[in-house]
Nanobody, 125 residues
């Protein structure tokens, strides 16, 4: 079982910056993709940014040029640097990690897809 622990949310003024982090722990053998999502009240959860094992990244149009995703493979941690924040960025932010973990019952690697607990980010003056 793989657990994700997020940190770094909170309240920020428009134009400000925040840095989110998400650390994965457990019997991880490899990580394929690390992603950030958000869900605003009354809206569907949307993917914001993704980074794969080779380091390639993708961004939603709504955050491209303002948000940057990065990862520390040694720490199994993914980061989201959020700059030039706008009120419409207010939402609950979630990290998502997919990969292969050791399964004690299977005695081998099994795919996993884990979610963080979610953290509120509020952009307001």
């Amino acid at each position: 079982q793989v657990q994700l622990v997020e940190s770094g949310g909170g309240l920020v003024q428009p134009g400000g910056s925040l840095r989110r982090s998400c650390a994965a722990s457990g019997s991880i053998l490899s990580i394929n993709a690390m992603n950030w999502y958000r869900q605003a009240p009354g809206k569907q959860r949307e993917v914001l940014a993704a980074i794969v094992s080779g380091g390639s990244t993708n961004y939603a149009d709504s955050v491209s040029g303002r948000f940057t995703i990065s990862r520390d493979n040694a720490k199994n941690t993914v980061y989201l640097q959020m700059n030039s924040l706008k009120p419409e960025d207010t939402a609950v932010y979630y990290c998502n990690v997919a990969g292969i973990a050791f399964d004690r019952q299977w005695l081998g690697g099994r795919p996993f897809n884990s979610w963080g607990q979610g953290t509120q980010v509020t952009v307001s003056s």
